[in-house]
Each structure stands twice: as C-alpha cells, then as structure tokens.
C-alpha cells in the first residue's frame, strides 16, 4: 500500500542509544490512518523475557504483537542468548508461510547487544550502539548521534532526540515509552 493510503496504518518513530553501561530504547505513543491520528498514546515499547530484554516496534500492531510473542518464546528457547533468539526469529519470520506476511521492524536490545530485525530476515548490529526505525527514525537518529558526545546519558540521549523527532516528524508524538536496561 501506498504510504498516503486511508487504510494503511503507520506513523513511528523507535530509537535506541547505548551509552555508558546503559540502553534506553524509546518510542512515540502516535497511530495515524492517513492524515488522522487515530491514537496518541500507543505503547510500542515494552521489556521482553523476565526484564532483561527491550524491544520497540516499528509497523502495523497486530503484527508487532504477534512477533514479540514469537520473540518472547525463542529468549525462553535460548536464555542469555538474544542474538540467537533473533537469529531464530529472523528465520520463522522469512520462512514461515503466515509470519512472512507481517509488516513490521522491531529494534530488540539487552546488556550486551542491540540488534534491528525485518522481515527479510536481517540481524542487524548498529554502529556506534544506536539506531532509529519508522517514519521518523532517520530524524531521531540524526539527533541522537549530535548529542551522542555530550554529557548525557542514554535515556536523556533518546529522551531529547525523540523530541526533535516530534518537531520534525508529522506522525512522530512526544508521547513517549521508554525502557532502561543497565548493563
């Protein structure tokens, strides 16, 4: 479907920052159909496993719903290994005939890796420990790199970036999720 669409659901912005023994991913609370925001406070973040994984969605609901279940099963098949949970996910996601279907991104960390998973079956680690995914993502992104260097911490870092975000993004809202892990 095209972007600008009336039934094509979208409008996220997820971002991630790894600084300092600490990853804070973050995400906007909007939900838009068109040019109409459906809903503002829409929680796409959420820890994952006992708390010791975050994950943040990018993409229709359901769909996300339904991975993060599939995730939530493959870090209990594989406790303390999340780039294997995902390596894991990315595969059913590619290969089975329903989950192939779905239109998601998700951004997925713990104490040690942060990693981006799609469904064409990519694993991906960012540079530099962060990463941004959605519509405004690439705004998010930028922003959170330019306060990378300052003396701020992860949670401030995406806290701020997903703000500037916010003034930039038309489906990106300041109404935020965000989840910590120390590391």
């Known amino acids: 479907m095209a972007p600008h669409d ?3 659901w979208h409008g996220t912005t997820i971002l991630s920052v790894r600084k300092a023994g600490r990853v804070a991913i ?3 609370g909007q939900v838009s159909m068109g040019d109409t925001i ?3 406070n829409a929680r796409k973040v959420r820890p994952l496993g006992k708390g010791d994984v ?3 969605f990018a993409g229709a609901t359901a ?3 339904t991975l993060f279940e599939r995730l939530e099963a493959r870090i209990e098949q594989y406790p303390g290994q999340l780039m294997r949970a995902c390596v894991e996910l990315a595969k059913d996601w590619r290969t089975d005939k329903y989950l192939r279907r779905l239109e998601a991104m998700m951004i997925v960390a713990d104490r040690q890796v942060t990693l ?3 469904g064409n079956g990519d694993v991906l680690e960012p540079e530099a420990g962060v990463v941004g995914i959605g519509s405004g993502g690439n705004y998010a992104l930028a922003a959170a790199r330019a306060l990378a260097d300052m003396d701020l911490d992860a949670e401030e ?3 701020k970036a997903m703000g500037i975000a916010a003034d930039i993004c038309v489906y990106t809202n300041n109404n935020l999720t ?3 892990i120390e590391a």
């Open 6 to 8: 009336p039934i094509n």
């Open 26 to 28: 973050a995400g906007d």
């Open 38 to 40: 459906m809903k503002g």
């Open 54 to 56: 975050i994950a943040g």
């Open 63 to 65: 769909d996300a719903m």
């Open 116 to 118: 981006v998973l799609t």
């Open 157 to 159: 870092i995406v806290r």
């Open 178 to 180: 965000v989840e910590v």
